[in-house]
């Protein structure tokens, strides 16, 4: 994996002042992949948004994390079906 | 400019307190949070209302402000000066401190309160986060592009202007209709510092030729006369790639499908790499047959039965 392309945790908790634990628990709940290179944490570049996203549920609607991961279940389903739903318009156009 | 009723903003009556409008924003922001309703314009705007209308009422001297002139708000600041000049005469002091509230973070909201907002506290009033004050990504921006289905056929470089800025692109070929790329740091300004925010780009994709297409393959129709269907024989048809001979079985049915590997579709972000061409027969049945054919189709009939 490229180190560019990764950021250390320490700097996510300074950046967005969040406390370890709470990324600690995202990574122990699945919520978010943690990378450890070198004895060093780092999420990658890409998951950023979704580390915004829980940060916020979490921060400012007062989510536990159980509720977050029932969120993003929910939400990973919409976005399947969303996709399902241009897959079907897109082939429904084989008919018309 | 309208006046704007916090109260029914927040479901709320006049003489609700402290908790009771606490408790009614986070309902209503549980409620409306863009999080929970992505690509939903309408929670969007009914969140940014809920922050605006939480903003004044749990801010003890912006909600006396507001109860205080409500539809008169225009007038405020004369109101105000006049209230100052008399405080002063008695060797007091006027004007609002502001507090930190407790509206909800998030790039999303940045710059959208209502101009009766602005107006009536000012564009400084705003106070925001909830004490985190964290850097935040920039909002991401949406555009969407209209492209022909042959235009995407091949991957080619086109210019986009987003937000009077030029940004040039490669489409990549076999993006398909309703799909959204994302192009990074081409969004938003981040907050306090955060990074900008994405371009996602949805691909409107019109198909102006005779095939349909679903992923990588594509489909079509060939009309095949009567003889070339039962004898057999070779007819040319037009592919993406250009021409192609086939070759057609005798006694060949009609609704027959064959497939012409390889000269579908190109697959998304897969080089030298496509689909297949699926092509229907339909027969042509002979119309106004002559006195002659008639005969002889006839006759052809007797040996079938």
């Given at each position: 994996m490229n180190l560019e392309e990764l950021i250390a945790t320490e700097e996510l908790c300074e950046r967005y002042r969040v406390e370890h634990t709470f990324i600690r628990s995202l990574s122990k709940s699945g919520?978010?992949?943690?990378?450890?290179?070198?004895?060093?944490?780092?999420?990658?570049?890409?998951?950023?948004?979704?580390?915004?996203?829980?940060?916020?549920?979490?921060?400012?609607?007062?989510?536990?994390?159980?509720?977050?991961?029932a969120i993003k279940h929910l939400l990973d389903r919409v976005n399947e079906l969303k996709d399902q739903n241009i897959a079907l318009k897109n082939r429904l156009g084989l008919y018309e | 400019m309208e006046f704007i009723d916090y109260y029914?903003?927040?479901?709320?009556?006049?003489?609700?307190?402290?908790?009771?409008?606490?408790?009614?924003?986070?309902?209503?922001?549980r409620k409306y949070h863009p999080d929970l309703n992505p690509d939903d314009d309408s929670a969007k705007k009914r969140f940014q209302q809920l922050n605006e209308a939480n903003e004044v009422l749990s801010d003890p001297e912006k909600r006396k402000k507001y109860d205080e002139y409500g539809k008169d708000w225009q007038h405020?600041?004369?109101?105000e000066q006049q209230k100052q000049q008399r405080s002063q005469a008695r060797g007091g002091a006027g004007g609002f401190g502001g507090r930190p509230g407790s509206s909800y973070s998030g790039s999303f909201d940045d710059d959208r309160f209502s101009d009766f907002f602005e107006q009536m506290f000012g564009g400084g009033a705003r106070t925001r986060g909830t004490g985190r004050s964290p850097q935040f990504k920039g909002q991401d921006f949406n555009a969407e592009l209209q492209l022909n289905l042959t235009d995407v056929y091949t991957s080619h470089k086109q210019t986009l202007t987003v937000n009077g800025k030029n940004i040039r692109l490669t489409i990549p070929a076999g993006v398909e209709n309703g799909q959204t790329i994302k192009i990074k740091g081409h969004g938003g300004p981040g907050a306090q510092g955060g990074p900008k925010g994405d371009l996602l780009i949805t691909f409107k994709i019109a198909n102006n030729t005779d095939f349909k297409r679903e992923k990588e393959n594509l489909y079509r129709s060939v009309e095949l006369d009567f003889y070339t269907a039962l004898l057999g024989g070779e007819i040319t048809i037009d592919t993406f790639k250009g021409k192609a001979k086939l070759t057609i079985k005798p006694e060949t049915q009609n609704g027959t499908r064959v497939k012409l590997k390889g000269?579908?579709?190109?697959?998304?972000?897969?080089?030298?790499?496509?689909?297949d061409l699926y092509i229907t027969y339909e027969i042509k049945v002979p119309e106004n047959l002559t006195k002659k054919e008639k005969e002889l189709y006839t006759e052809l009939q007797k040996l079938r039965s």
């Open positions: 919520l978010i992949e943690v990378v450890t290179i070198e004895k060093r944490e780092y999420v990658h570049c890409d998951k950023m948004a979704d580390f915004e996203k829980l940060m916020r549920l979490h921060y400012d609607l007062d989510i536990n994390l159980e509720g977050l991961e | 029914k903003t927040l479901e709320l009556d006049k003489s609700a307190t402290k908790a009771d409008i606490k408790k009614a924003y986070r309902k209503l922001a405020a600041e004369h109101f000269k579908g579709f190109p697959k998304y972000k897969k080089e030298d790499e496509y689909g």
